[in-house]
């Protein structure tokens, strides 16, 4: 049976150098300049890419009367 080759901390460190997590992309809102994920509806005004995509006026008087 043959021996491994061993791998040295400097190799290891190379190796997972790529892991690393990076943060989620925030953006302002145009209109209403609050922040919001990319390529997400943006939960205050309901809108997506400039147009009305969910009625938050609606949703949220539905939600009132339960």
Same mark, same amino acid.
């Given at each position: 049976? $043959? +021996? =491994?080759? %061993?791998?040295?901390?400097?190799? $290891?460190?190379? %190796? %997972? *150098?790529?892991?690393? @997590?990076?943060?989620?992309?925030? $953006? @302002?809102?145009?209109? *209403? /300049? &609050?922040? =919001? @994920? %990319?390529? =997400? #509806? *943006? @939960? $205050? &005004?309901? &809108?997506? =890419?400039? /147009? !009305? #995509?969910?009625?938050? #006026? /609606? !949703? +949220?008087? /539905?939600?009132?009367? !339960?």
């Amino acid at each position: 049976m $043959t +021996v =491994r080759m %061993r791998h040295t901390h400097a190799h $290891t460190a190379n %190796r %997972r *150098s790529h892991h690393a @997590l990076t943060g989620a992309p925030i $953006t @302002l809102e145009e209109g *209403s /300049k &609050t922040p =919001r @994920l %990319r390529h =997400r #509806v *943006s @939960l $205050t &005004t309901g &809108t997506y =890419r400039g /147009k !009305k #995509v969910i009625d938050i #006026v /609606k !949703k +949220v008087e /539905k939600k009132q009367k !339960k």
